[in-house]
């Protein structure tokens, strides 16, 4: 960062100052992203917390056939995107009691103030948690269907 800042600088003096702007803007933008990655993450921590603690919080979207259509297309690829098979896929969501958790676990998102992409992604990021502690002759059998 700080070779950056010197570039800026140096550039400064025959651009009237614009370089040392967009390093500004490009610092601010950067601490954004930083906090926003933290808060997903401490959102998610806390909404796993409430899901064991016996929270069964639905989310709004839930009631709404095209939006709850659109939050498992969209799990099912990203967990695929990332190595999960749809074997696997099919047998945790078509599991009513996982699936329900995994619904609450999202109304537990969108409770800490999580946006409807926000609550794709936490979920998305638990099934490949699941998959990744899935026990190896479970894995072998997704893999081989």
Avoid: C
């Avoid at 919080?57 to 990332?82: C, L």
């Amino acid at each position: 960062m700080g070779i950056l800042f010197l570039l800026a600088v140096l550039l400064a003096w025959p651009t009237a100052g614009l370089s040392v702007v967009a390093y500004i803007a490009f610092f601010i933008f950067q601490s954004l992203l930083k906090a926003k990655t933290r808060m997903h993450h401490s959102d998610k921590l806390a909404a796993q917390r409430a899901v064991r603690a016996g929270s069964e919080r639905v989310p709004t979207w839930a009631g709404t056939r095209d939006k709850s259509e659109t939050f498992v297309y969209t799990i099912q690829n990203f967990a695929m995107e990332h190595g999960v098979p749809q074997a696997f896929l099919q047998a945790v969501l078509g599991d009513s009691n996982t699936f329900k958790t995994l619904v609450h676990y999202a109304g537990a998102m969108e409770e800490e103030g999580a946006s409807f992409i926000e609550q794709q992604m936490a979920v998305s990021e638990k099934l490949i948690e699941l998959w990744s502690v899935a026990p190896k002759e479970v894995q072998e059998a997704a893999l081989s269907e």
